[in-house]
């Protein structure tokens, strides 16, 4: 399987507020990333959309419901789908989560935690090469944010993420915002989790914004938090390949100049930690 | 849980307790466990509340806020997710709004015209045949041609029978503040769904044209069509008024560009 090339450009989520800015003017990223089940459909105005942004901007295709932690395996009618659109769309790679969404029965929409155990590990491994040899492409997987540890883990999630991306070759999309939900949520060192990671296998990186509370939750739906960018300056200042940066709002949308400011300020912070 | 469970054993146990509050939390968890299996929950019912807001908009201006919400909260319980697209969680709204608004029948032929209209908009993309088109195609066809020729519909378009004005109703709701029309029939009609320009469409039409329409989709041939339409035992003079009114219907699918081929 091909190996995925360190690309190091600054991007945003496609989102239907902003399909006339992307259609109409020269937007400047450098990359698009769209959740890959709003496009696994068979025609339309979405389609249609997403392959003219596709011709001026690289795209990368995101999904939520592959469910690569389902202990009865992955659902093939959705990776025929997905097949059909990562060929439809030459996307610059195709990336899920580290979660599982389904049973045989029913689907959450909602990233539900795994258990860290052995087990879990080698269900997600055997998913994960069955995703990879089905779309014929090695996959990133993000990092989750999370509300609650299982007593019965047996290893720390970077420990898991390290043993998966060595069991497979799939390669990780970090979520920063993730890393600070789930350390804030669990107690845990935020700088344990980057330093745990096999950095050389990171290929993304997106940073959000969250909900403070008792719990945190991870809501997309406001801007980056000053503890995040300080976490995502240690990451960037750490990692040694070029890798691509993402701002992702998924609620209370702002205008795109908002997100393209957020997303200067990632930039600069990015040559600030490469220099230093 | 005990440790003999299987990740299959968990991931059942813990999507349960997702989809139904009273299902009791595992052995061995604490408050913080509850906590957080309640931002699951939530996390749940709320994108799947939202998907329903945004599929049936109309159907939640027509019925309120408050209503929707309840028979929304209704369909999740009783109607829970089991596919990959979150889009389907408004599969099977309608009936779940005949069963809640009995005496407003209107309100589940609304759910469905906005269900039919979701499908229209993603539907496979298909050039319809135009009047000239159909002209050169059927330009030899004797009496057993016309007999035998069968219709292809876009994949898009789709029809049932309706017993209340869903034109007044969906007009009316074009506005911030609306008046709700009397749009009770006192005979059932037809609404055909379609998308046209990336757009999903609909337009009214008489029963008999609901009934054609699933016919010729289901592979009914025109000669048959014609046959059903005038009725068992029919005269002569019922056959010609039948056919005439077949062939209306079948020019009113080609001039809306309903139709993808023909074959006889």
């Known amino acids: 399987m091909t190996a995925i090339e360190p690309f190091g450009g600054f991007g945003l989520g496609l989102r239907r507020t902003h399909y006339a800015d992307f259609l109409d003017g020269d937007v400047p990223v450098d990359f698009v990333e769209v959740i890959s089940e709003n496009y696994m459909i068979d025609g339309g105005r979405p389609l249609r959309i997403l392959e003219q942004v596709r011709e001026r901007h690289p795209v990368i295709i995101h999904g939520v419901s592959m469910s690569i932690g389902s202990a009865g395996g992955l659902d093939e009618k959705y990776l025929a789908k997905l097949k059909q659109l990562e060929q439809r769309i030459d996307p610059l790679w195709v990336s899920d989560h580290l979660c599982w969404t389904r049973t045989s029965a029913h689907n959450s929409h909602d990233l539900l935690p795994l258990p860290l155990t052995e087990e879990a590990l080698q269900v997600v491994c055997d998913n994960i090469d069955r995703a990879q040899s089905y779309l014929g492409r090695p996959m990133l997987f993000e990092n989750p944010s999370s509300y609650l540890t299982f007593p019965e883990d047996e290893m720390a999630e970077w420990e898991f993420l390290s043993e998966m991306t060595r069991r497979t070759g799939c390669y990780l999309l970090l979520d920063v915002n993730n890393i600070y939900v789930s350390a804030q949520n669990h107690g845990f060192s935020a700088d344990d989790y980057l330093t745990g990671l096999p950095l050389d296998r990171v290929r993304q990186i997106h940073l959000a914004g969250h909900t403070p509370g008792e719990i945190i939750i991870d809501t997309h739906d406001r801007e980056v938090c000053d503890d995040v960018w300080t976490l995502y300056g240690k990451a960037m200042a750490t990692i040694e390949q070029p890798v691509a940066t993402m701002i992702e709002r998924d609620d209370k949308i702002p205008p795109l100049p908002e997100l393209l400011s957020e997303l200067d300020h990632a930039l600069s912070l990015a040559c600030e930690s490469i220099s230093a | ?264």
């Open chain 2, 1 to 264: 849980m005990n440790a003999s469970q299987t990740l299959a054993d968990r991931q059942a146990a813990f999507m349960a307790q997702v989809l139904n509050d009273e299902a009791p939390l595992p052995a061995g968890w604490g408050d913080r466990h509850a906590q957080g299996m309640n931002v699951y929950r939530g996390n749940y019912r709320s994108s799947v509340i939202e998907a329903l807001k945004s599929t049936y908009e109309k159907t939640e201006q027509w019925v309120g806020e408050a209503a929707f919400q309840r028979a929304a909260a209704h369909h999740v319980i009783t109607n829970p997710p089991s596919t990959w697209t979150l889009d389907d969680a408004g599969s099977g709204f309608d009936a779940t709004c005949a069963e809640l608004f009995r005496n407003d029948p209107e309100v589940a032929e609304l759910a469905w015209l906005e269900w039919a209209m979701l499908q229209a908009f993603t539907a496979e993309n298909v050039r319809p045949l135009d009047a000239e088109g159909f002209a050169k195609q059927s330009a030899g066809f004797g009496e057993e041609e016309w007999a035998k020729l069968r219709v292809t519909f876009l994949p898009c378009a789709t029809a049932r029978q309706v017993n209340h004005d869903l034109r007044s109703i969906w007009n009316a709701l074009g506005e911030d503040e609306f008046e709700r029309p009397q749009a009770r029939h006192d005979t059932p009609h037809s609404v055909l769904v379609w998308c046209e320009s990336e757009r999903s469409t609909f337009m009214m039409g008489t029963a008999e044209e609901a009934r054609a329409f699933k016919s010729a989709q289901a592979g009914t041939s025109y000669g048959e069509i014609c046959m059903l339409l005038a009725g068992e035992d029919s005269s002569e003079e019922q056959m010609h008024d039948a056919a005439i009114r077949a062939g209306a219907l079948l020019g009113r699918w080609l001039n809306e560009g309903l139709i993808a081929l023909i074959e006889a």
